[in-house]
């Protein structure tokens, strides 16, 4: 055993205070800085990411959702604001204007029930969605790509080519 770990405690000696451990932990961290187990680490130098003027004691959660591209998890008010972002785009995917209809009455539901709950977190400002607005809008970027998909010239298929010919 080296001379600088701290003893382990045995039913003779008592467990190491709180200084001992303060300067045992210092002491390991110099004899790291002398052997350039610090250098050249990533990051080094820069700012650490997010760091904004006030403290957000869920930022750690917030980044991994984001780097890990994670859906469906964190608090209603977070998840309806990235729903609410992505509608156009989740609407247009749906082929049925019952099914548009069933999805933004769903999503009016959500955002209502977010504002009622009284768990805390951050405040739901998502905006409900009218149901007619939003089909009217639905059909009309599906007759916009209809007429853009008709406007295009027709791609012409590709002969296959034989192996054998006879």
Do not use: C
Not at 105 to 114: I, T, W
Not at 140 to 156: G, M, N, Y
């Amino acid at each position: 055993m080296s001379d600088d770990s701290p003893a382990s405690p045995t039913p003779d000696t008592p467990a190491p205070g709180a200084r001992e451990r303060a300067a045992y932990i210092e002491t390991a961290i110099q004899q790291a800085i002398r052997r350039g187990d610090f250098d050249d680490l990533p990051g080094a130098g820069k700012p650490i990411a997010d760091l904004g003027p006030h403290h957000d004691p869920d930022w750690w959660i917030k980044r991994k959702i984001r780097e890990e591209q994670l859906t469906g998890l964190g608090p209603p008010a977070l998840t309806l604001r990235i729903e609410h972002a992505e509608f156009d785009a989740r609407v247009d995917a749906l082929t049925r204007e019952d099914d548009v209809r069933e999805y933004v009455a769903d999503f009016n539901r959500r955002v209502v029930e977010a504002r009622r709950q009284l768990q805390g977190g951050p405040p739901v400002v998502t905006p409900t969605r009218d149901v007619k607005t939003e089909v009217a809008a639905w059909r009309q970027r599906r007759a916009d790509a209809a007429a853009a998909a008709s406007a295009a010239p027709p791609v012409e298929p590709r002969r296959r080519r034989r192996l054998f010919r006879r």
